[in-house]
């Protein structure tokens, strides 16, 4: 393989990342927004002693590139990263991987996931990152929508 071709390659390479910059080239957002979509994750914890906390976040992304967010509580901390791969029956295959660090009955925690869930367009998905126990009880929930992207989208 040539040097010009590998030199080429990341050029190329880093261009397509920079399209979700700030410095967005607009001709080559506008080739790849038909396949982009919106990640939307609503989390909920519900830790013990501290009550219940939620939030949202919704990002952009094309299948293939990984969506990236952090929940932190006073005693449980998620880095959780949400890649969607498009499948040929429309649906998206989504790897789901994260890191937590939390307290349990005062001992230091670390676990961490992997997980493939199969999502349809538009419909929700939950996912326990720490699982659901026999009672129904969980510390951690995370309501995933994956839709395409539209015109109203910036």
């Not at 957002?29 to 519900?46: G, H, P, R």
């Amino acid at each position: 393989m040539s040097r010009h071709f590998l030199i080429n390659t990341c050029l190329l390479l880093l261009t397509v990342m920079n399209a979700f910059g700030q410095d967005v080239d607009k001709d080559l957002w506008d080739e790849l927004k038909s396949k982009a979509v919106v990640l939307k994750v609503e989390a909920e914890m519900n830790i013990p002693e501290q009550g219940l906390w939620s939030g949202e976040i919704s990002k952009i992304t094309l299948p293939g590139r990984a969506v990236l967010f952090t929940l932190e509580g006073k005693t449980l901390k998620l880095k959780t990263s949400l890649t969607p791969y498009l499948q040929e029956d429309g649906s998206y295959l989504l790897i789901a991987q994260g890191q937590m660090w939390y307290k349990e009955d005062n001992t230091a925690q670390y676990k961490t996931v992997f997980k493939s869930l199969k999502i349809h367009p538009n419909e929700a998905l939950f996912y326990y990152p720490l699982g659901i126990s026999a009672t129904g009880d969980y510390i951690i929930e995370l309501e995933i929508i994956l839709r395409k992207l539209d015109e109203k989208d910036p």
